[in-house]
């Protein structure tokens, strides 16, 4: 593994972790999307801190940042944005829409209709965008962090499981601590820290550290423990619709870059464990019983089913 990798990932750990307080494992989680080159999906309760985590994780990069609050009126051209007509050179012109950025915070992503969030499907998946027949190419590196509050369902719509396949994890926030959320209102009395925050990895490093993830050892019996973790979810009997191969794919890059956050290159078994949960249990579709389970049942659900699966020695 390159050294610089592992120190391009303890700068950004550091610098998150210096607004986002008492939340390591959550920064972890952000800083290993990065490194993997994949999105993430925030989902919590308002107030708990989901965009300040994508705030400070995109302050940490010197790259351009772009927030699109949806609403049921976005159109699909608001985030790609259209090809406009200048009078004053009679010609037709692109006009890049706010998708093309490094970072892209996608605030309560379910109040937009499906067609708009559709916008976001080709970006996510191949980091372009095609408008009247011809194909943008989105800037590098591409991370989208959208959030949304799993608790309030008026005025709001379904990701459909195209989209939630897009996202490398799921995960959620948290209350902080009582000594933390202390300090956060000791700190944050004169204003927002995030907005104080300066980056500390060029664009340039961010790629070569997500190269250098790309290159991480996975020992093969370690790849037949994650394909095994993955069969398990189509074989399952609570989930009509188990983890895709997209879906094995992000698993087994997201192991890998957890790796270089730890200063490893090569995947454990914790590696694969520790993300099971978060990068598969919305790409499950439960059934029977389990249909119109919340998060936190089919979660609990998938957990019992990977503990029953042995784990290599």
């Known amino acids: 593994m390159s050294q610089d990798a592992f120190e391009t990932s303890r700068l950004l750990r550091s610098n998150i972790e210096s607004v986002v307080l008492g939340k390591p494992e959550i920064v972890q989680l952000l800083v290993t999307c990065l490194l993997a080159g994949e999105h993430l999906l925030l989902e919590d309760v308002p107030g708990v801190g989901k965009t300040l985590a994508a705030k400070a994780m995109s302050q940490s990069i010197e790259g351009y940042f772009a927030r699109l609050q949806f609403t049921p009126d976005l159109l ?14 009679r010609e037709f ?104 925050l300066k980056p500390v990895v060029s664009t340039d490093a961010l790629l070569a550290a997500q190269q250098a993830a790309r290159n991480v050892r996975f020992d093969e019996t370690l790849v037949d423990y994650l394909l095994n973790i993955v069969e398990a979810t189509r074989k399952h009997e609570g989930f009509q619709v188990g983890v895709s191969t997209r879906g094995a794919l992000s698993f087994y890059r997201g192991c890998q870059a957890r790796a ?25 579709l439960p059934r029977g019983i389990f249909q119109g389970a919340n998060r936190n049942e089919v979660e609990s659900e998938l957990s019992d089913v990977i503990q029953e699966i042995p784990v290599p020695i």
């Open 93 to 196: 012109e692109f006009s890049p829409g706010p998708i093309f950025a490094n970072v892209v915070l996608a605030d309560e992503v379910n109040r937009a209709p499906p067609r708009t969030q559709s916008a976001l499907l080709e970006a996510m998946s191949e980091s372009r965008v095609s408008i009247d027949g011809t194909t943008h190419d989105l800037p590098q590196p591409f991370i989208v962090v959208a959030t949304q509050n799993p608790f309030e369902y008026e005025g709001t719509y379904t990701l459909p499981e195209s989209q939630l396949d897009r996202f490398l994890m799921r995960t959620s926030i948290g209350y902080p601590q009582r000594e933390i959320e202390r300090t956060v209102l000791q700190t944050h009395r004169e204003g927002e820290p995030v907005d104080q």
């Open 76 to 89: 699909p051209s608001d985030i790609t944005g259209s090809v406009i007509y200048r009078s004053d050179t």
């Open 260 to 284: 270089i956050t730890d200063g490893r290159d090569f995947v454990t078994p914790d590696d694969v464990k520790v993300l099971s949960v978060p990068c598969l249990a919305h790409r499950v």
